[in-house]
């Protein structure tokens, strides 16, 4: 066996499915779909089955082959009968029109035509062999396990390697040898095998990777229910108390106002808590119209300026780092709010005087936003449940803001990095996926005004 083309052709078939997997962990926090297009997975299999044709490697004399049925097989295993039909049929047409090239380069051009001619019904009656049994491994396979699905895709391209050697192969030999036929199956099917593990365990990877995102969504979900339930509880059952009071008994006047002025306090409570909640349900992804190319440095300068007085008076020092001009993708409303939240909580968490400094940098295709504070610190047992819904580390605090903040980056493909120190301070790192352009579309000075009349403001 030839070695060195072996390992090309083996290459050439399992460096889309790595190429595959590679994409689908990047993609994995925007996406819900197991794997890209089925347009896009046709295209890979095509060129992968017609660039292993470049590297036949030699069995023997008179016997070279090359690993083309295998990304066509897995099509059968992955697409859809027809689009894999499809699929095959554009394969078969690649190798005849470059059949023809090559050898109308070496000969003349009618002689390569009476060649390819003579050829073409032999290799279209192995392709029509070809079709018909992966065709009946797809239907008999169709609503059945993994496993069986597995089992019987093999099964079939086993027989289909087989039907190759014995009648098509084995007659250009001194007989059907037994070691290069086990060598000939084995190659095929065993490469088969290895791609099929390769994209199951891709498979199963993404599912796990859904799962898991559907589960804190619906921990988050309970959480936020749980606390919508237990906050608004309160403001009602004052509410309540102060109204059987009154039907109850026949105040003053001014004994009534009272009461009233109370309860108008309470629903007032209880209208704030659900404005909370509405807001953290607006970072969502649902709203696509909102996204816009934003500027950070931009979105720094903002928060600096809004809560630079409410700094003054805490004795608090605002100081920026800016490294560059960051442009990211997101809701400029959404995001500077986040942005907000964490300057204030910086600023609140500093017992008398002290420095909140915000500083961005960029790194390859991520841009971070830093928040550091010279406050009391977080303890590290407190620092997990930073983000839940009505945890917060201040006494007067909600933890709606943080938790505002975690969906926020979450929903735009970022993550959230804290270290603290009880004394020192503490700093907070925001990671998002810069977008490589300039930001022509986002108006600062628009956006500005829009955050400063519509941006409701958090606590906690």
Known sequence: MEIRNFLADFLCVLLPLFVLDAWQVRSSRASTNVYPTPALLSFIFLISSVITTLFNFRLANHLEVNLSIVPLTLAFY??????????????AFVEIVAGYFTLSHYHLSLTALHTVLRLLPHGLEILGIYAAMVSLAYFFSKDRTQSQRITIFVLTLFCYTFVDYVFVNAPRLSGAQMDYFITYVLVFNITFVLSIRIVESMRNAQRRRLAERQSDRLKLIGQLSASVAHEVRNPITVVKGFTQLMLSHDYGREKSVEFMQSMMSELERAESIIAHYLQLARTGDD??????????????????????????????????????????????????????????????????????????????????????????????????????????????????????????????????????QVGRGTEIRITLPKLIASPTDHDPKRTRTSMETNTPQFGG
């Open 78 to 91: 992955l697409l859809s009968w027809r689009l894999s039909l499809l699929v095959l049929a554009a394969y």
């Open 287 to 420: 709203d696509k119209s909102m996204i816009r190319r934003v500027d950070l440095a931009g979105l720094i300068a903002y928060a600096v300026e809004m809560l630079g007085p409410y700094a003054e008076v805490q004795h608090v020092d605002i100081r920026t780092s800016i490294d560059g001009n960051a442009v990211v993708a997101a809701n400029p409303e959404i995001l500077s709010q986040a942005l907000v939240n964490l300057v204030k909580n910086a600023i609140e968490s500093i017992e008398g005087s002290g420095v909140v400094t915000l500083s961005l940098k960029e790194a390859d295709r991520r841009v971070t936003v830093i928040v550091t504070d010279t406050g009391r610190g977080i303890p590290a047992s407190e620092l997990p449940r930073l983000g839940e819904p009505y945890y917060s580390t201040k006494t007067t605090g909600t933890g709606l803001g943080l938790t505002f903040v975690y969906k926020t980056i979450h929903d735009l493909g970022g993550y959230i990095d804290i270290k603290s």
